[in-house]
């Protein structure tokens, strides 16, 4: 069974108004009251209604597509090559990026989609922050495509990573290795790609020691803290499972001034990995894959949210085969 | 003595035109015949005319300024930071901020330029290509500013780092701990920043062995084998200035080889110079004054070119301090 997508006819049924008027708001253009606006609005949400994106271009007369990303912050390496991805996924559609970054201030991530609303950006592409975005929805049908997390009260498209698979893998690696005092290194667990990396950590050792898992710390300097931290207790560990890129730099960082030598792998590939002696360990993933997922299901809005899922892969240099 | 700015009234008395008509041409309406658009672009670029942004943008009935971020590849850890301090300085005034990468090839730059004028685009900054940029100055007065670089075959606000400077302080830095056969690993020397760096570079030495003289090479693993093939040589180089972050980290590959340990310096920070052990001494620079310098000139354009250079410093982290 296929499920229909809901049309400018169904919405204008729906809110008891004329096609026109839908049109009008889909459009942005002027001259329609905030009540009728109120009215389109609802039933766009409530039906799920997505415009084509083709169609509506043509009508506002314009020719050229306009993607926003929104992320948390472009010169952290994963968002710079998503950026790029991006660009290049949206160039084979002759398609402009807009970007945005929030500095995981939700608020600041409304304002950004607000302001990237009112300038006219055709569709969205969002790192989702750890915020509420059930206010997304209600954006007069801005197809939106959600990467990497999944958004908190908003049921949408979606192109994730097999982060349950990634924390398995690496953290079942590390056992292969001899280890068993693994910890965990990682940022803000509310978001759904570190709650599944740690997941599947968890589900590889059975019954992880907690003392030995640290949610919530981001940058760097707060991550080798942590690691010095565990590696002066009694009995630390012998291995670490860091779930993103500045988790693993943090470690490099920590352990430049120890004479340990414990084993790692990080989440996420960075550019340097390879240049440092052991090479650094990681779960990688192509992304392009994630890029051009999400620019298709923008060019071919559904009436139901969809999930892509982007598969990781072990790349093996050195870090996560030293010995306990 | 202060010049006074062309007006549109001015444009409209050189070409034989309306005042209308000039308005029409530059806020990109319809209705304009092909020839009168030519006569009244002619105009715009015989005067150096540039649109006041703010009016331009009332006319239009916008009420946000675009701004067109075009460069090399945000991928590249110094394009991600400019994007970065880019979207700060444009926060500020409110504006988006619109960016495309061109890959080192001057036809994709102008492509990427033409696309962002044809979805309005309000402004542009560009880290200019090695190509010609004429026919920049001929696109109905947008306002542009080039940063990083001097764009070939046109006059136009510029924000460039004090390269010269840069390129002089590595190499005394490293003649001042005992360096006399000082290799310089740089991309392409047409580009403005290169050419500055490597004149500071020759100005500090007097006269260097043209054999430790590298141009054109511009990824990691390609410097990584000149550095080894210049260490190879009979009497091989003590030290390197290396003029950009790519040929900094090219430097690092090829160590991670060899025995030797010759001291360098680098030119860009980058987010992992001081994990290495010894850190890597760079000349640095605070990339938001080149941002900010930009956005300035671009909201308070002029009728004659204007140049903002950004001071640099070196900051000593110990592979510049080795000795020979």
């Given at each position: 069974?296929?499920?229909?997508?809901?049309?400018?006819?169904?919405?204008?049924?729906?809110?008891?108004?004329?096609?026109?008027?839908?049109?009008?708001?889909?459009?942005?253009?002027?001259?329609?009251?905030?009540?009728?606006?109120v009215k389109v609005e609802s039933a766009i949400g409530a039906l799920g209604f997505r415009r084509n994106e083709a169609a509506a271009r043509l009508a506002r007369g314009a020719t050229m597509l306009t993607i926003g990303l929104v992320m948390e912050n472009i010169s952290n390496e994963f968002y710079s090559r998503l950026a790029k991805a991006v660009e290049a996924a949206a160039?084979?559609?002759?398609?402009?990026?807009v970007f945005g970054s929030y500095e995981e201030q939700p608020e600041r991530e409304r304002m950004l989609v607000e302001s990237m609303f009112a300038r006219g950006v055709d569709s969205l592409i969002v790192v989702p922050s750890s915020g509420d975005h059930a206010w997304m929805g209600r954006h007069t049908g801005l197809t939106t495509v959600f990467v990497d997390r999944l958004p908190a009260g908003q049921e949408a498209d979606v192109v994730l990573l097999d982060d349950l698979r990634g924390g398995l893998m690496a953290t079942r690696h590390l056992r292969a290795h001899g280890h068993r005092r693994i910890a965990l290194i990682s940022d803000d667990v509310r978001l759904s790609s570190v709650h599944?990396?740690?997941?599947?950590?968890?589900?590889?050792?059975?019954?992880?020691?907690?003392?030995?898992?640290?949610?919530?710390?981001?940058?760097?300097?707060?991550?080798?803290?942590?690691?010095?931290?565990?590696?002066?207790?009694?009995?630390?560990?012998?291995?670490?499972?860091?779930t993103n890129n500045r988790a693993a730099i943090g470690i490099l960082l920590a352990l430049r001034e120890r004479p340990e030598r414990p084993a790692f792998v990080g989440f996420d590939d960075f550019a340097l990995a390879e240049i440092?002696?052991?090479?650094?360990?990681?779960?990688?993933?192509?992304?392009?894959?994630?890029?051009?997922?999400?620019?298709?299901l923008l060019l071919d809005p559904a009436g139901r949210p969809r999930r892509v899922t982007v598969p990781v892969e072990l790349v093996v240099r050195g870090s996560g085969e030293l010995s306990p």
């Open positions: 069974m296929t499920v229909r997508k809901p049309t400018m006819a169904d919405v204008a049924r729906y809110a008891g108004v004329s096609l026109k008027t839908v049109s009008r708001v889909v459009n942005r253009e002027p001259h329609v009251s905030a009540e009728v606006r160039a084979e559609h002759e398609a402009l990026v599944d990396r740690a997941t599947g950590y968890r589900q590889a050792l059975g019954e992880p020691d907690e003392r030995l898992v640290v949610h919530g710390v981001f940058d760097p300097w707060r991550v080798s803290q942590e690691v010095s931290r565990l590696l002066d207790l009694p009995d630390p560990p012998t291995a670490f499972f860091a440092f002696n052991p090479g650094v360990s990681v779960v990688r993933y192509d992304i392009d894959r994630i890029a051009r997922g999400a620019v298709d």
